[in-house]
């Protein structure tokens, strides 16, 4: 790509080419989706509108974007006639293109999306009985190798502008049928329909669920529930293809979007970040952004994480820690969500759990653990647990006072579930061969 700046990472990683806030556009006119309004001020202003209109129309179009879910200008009905065209002669309002749309029996949805660059990524619509959570990709591929991870066998190619990220959940809104209903050029076909029977069309989670949650207990719900305005898209997490906080700040961008009351409006605690333990940029993160955290912590100790989740090589799990104890907002009413993967004789056993509380304790960490059955793809190396030996870890952390829900693998079917995002485009990767390499010679001692 020839419009890419480099972003320095800390760390033992390659540099992730970064494309500038605006990919140029071979018709000259500009995507306004993505931009924060005092871009959008700017980008009117050096078009030809004096300050005071440049910020009227930029405010008008901003609502228009974000809480209307418009894709035409010829649709802002409170902007003068001949404005109109004007606007749609100089800037566009973009979606990510939509390769493939999947349903899964489980009612889980996922989306193979291209970037104008021609470039694939996955995001998943997840619905339960409570919420509909919407898994959103910050990257195009993953740098990191986490080895029970299928996009970590891609290699990256690039970070996902702030547009390419919040345009998934514009996008979500579109098929889902959820812009207000109004003069709106997006409110779809299907918005009234579907507001009153949220699970015609998804059914009920099995009943070995014991909780699939995300913490919102304390949620103040102006993030729109299925119970308070109909709406299916209630949660946003930050779990797609990719690593949040190696493009911190096109995520962050995108969720002050989202976040935004003019915007899409959804509330902070309705949105949760996973990093797998960039601890540089979680205070960053805590700081600047604000929502909930996840760490994908799974392991206790030095060697299994050094070997599963490999940036713990450059940030042990001391250091890890004490980043989440320092992280702003956690408390006990929002708590930081340690994810767990179980593997078959990797990290499963009682010895584990008990570590795992320590540590939790240790730290004074207002936390929950999620225990996430591994999701297997073609070439895995590693078995999930059974089902008795991840009750028996859930029991043992549960019985130490930490909530120690197992989530329900969901869209395994479509290959949407936790880290089995990969699009099918990507041929066998340099990272990919090497690990295997390293795979063959542990096999043979
Ligand atoms: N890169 C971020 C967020 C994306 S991954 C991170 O690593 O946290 C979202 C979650 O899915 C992480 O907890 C990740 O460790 C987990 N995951 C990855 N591969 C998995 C697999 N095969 N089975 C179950 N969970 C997996
Ligand atoms: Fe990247 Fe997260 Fe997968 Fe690790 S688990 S390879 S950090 S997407």
């Known amino acids: 790509m020839a419009d890419t700046a480099l972003m320095s990472i800390p760390g033992l ?12 556009r071979t018709d000259g006119r500009v995507d306004l989706i993505g931009l924060p309004k005092p871009r959008i001020i700017e980008l009117f202003a050096a078009a030809g509108l004096d300050a005071k209109a440049a910020k009227l129309r930029a405010k008008q179009v901003f609502h228009w974007l974000y809480h209307r879910g418009a894709t035409d200008f010829a649709a802002m009905t409170d902007i003068a006639k001949d404005m109109r065209p004007w606007l749609g002669e100089r800037f566009v309002i973009g979606r990510p293109e939509v390769m493939l749309s999947q349903h899964s029996s489980d009612g889980t949805r996922k989306w193979l999306l291209k970037t104008a660059d021609d470039h ?3 995001m998943v619509f997840i619905p339960d009985e409570s919420r509909g959570t919407l898994c ?3 990257q195009v591929g993953c740098t990191l190798n986490c080895r029970f991870c299928h996009t970590g066998t891609m290699r990256l190619v690039r970070n996902l502008t702030p547009g390419e990220i919040v345009g998934q959940v514009m996008l979500a809104r579109d098929a889902l049928g959820e812009w207000p209903n109004s003069s709106s050029s997006r409110a779809g076909p299907g918005t009234a329909g579907l507001m009153p029977q949220p699970f015609a069309q998804f059914p009920a989670v099995p009943d070995q669920v014991r909780d699939d949650d995300w913490d919102d207990e ?3 719900d102006d993030g729109g529930g299925y119970s308070a305005d109909g709406r299916l898209l209630t949660n946003i997490v930050m779990m797609g293809m990719g690593e949040p906080l190696y493009n911190f700040d096109n995520v962050r961008d995108a969720l002050k979007l989202v976040m935004d009351g003019d915007g899409l409006g959804l509330s902070k605690r309705r949105i949760t970040l996973s990093t797998s333990g960039v601890v540089p940029m979680m205070a960053r993160a805590g700081a600047e952004i604000g929502v909930n955290l996840a760490v994908s912590l799974h392991a206790t100790n030095k060697a299994v994480r050094d070997e599963i989740v490999p940036i713990n ?7 890890l ?3 989440c104890a320092d992280y702003p907002g956690a408390s006990n009413a929002r708590r930081i969500t340690f994810e767990y993967v179980m593997l078959k004789d990797k990290n499963d056993s009682d010895a584990d759990a008990r570590e795992l509380v320590r540590l939790i304790k240790l730290y004074n960490l207002p936390a929950k653990v999620n225990l996430i059955p591994f999701n297997p793809w073609p070439g895995a190396i590693y078995e999930c647990s059974s089902p008795e030996r991840i009750k028996r870890f859930s029991d043992i952390v549960f019985d130490a006072g930490i909530s120690a829900p197992v989530r329900t693998p969901r869209g395994r079917d479509i290959d949407a579930a936790c880290g089995q995002l990969k699009t099918t485009a990507q041929k066998m990767t340099r990272a ?3 690990r295997l390499a390293d795979e063959k010679q542990a096999a043979l001692g």
């Open 136 to 138: 959103v990709s910050s």
């Open 321 to 323: 820690l004490q980043a």
């Open 13 to 24: 990683f390659d540099p992730v080419p970064t494309p500038r806030d605006i990919t140029a």
């Open 120 to 122: 694939e990524y996955e």
């Open 218 to 220: 304390d949620d103040d």
């Open 313 to 319: 090589r450059k940030y042990g799990i001391e250091e």
């Open 432 to 434: 990919e061969l090497d």
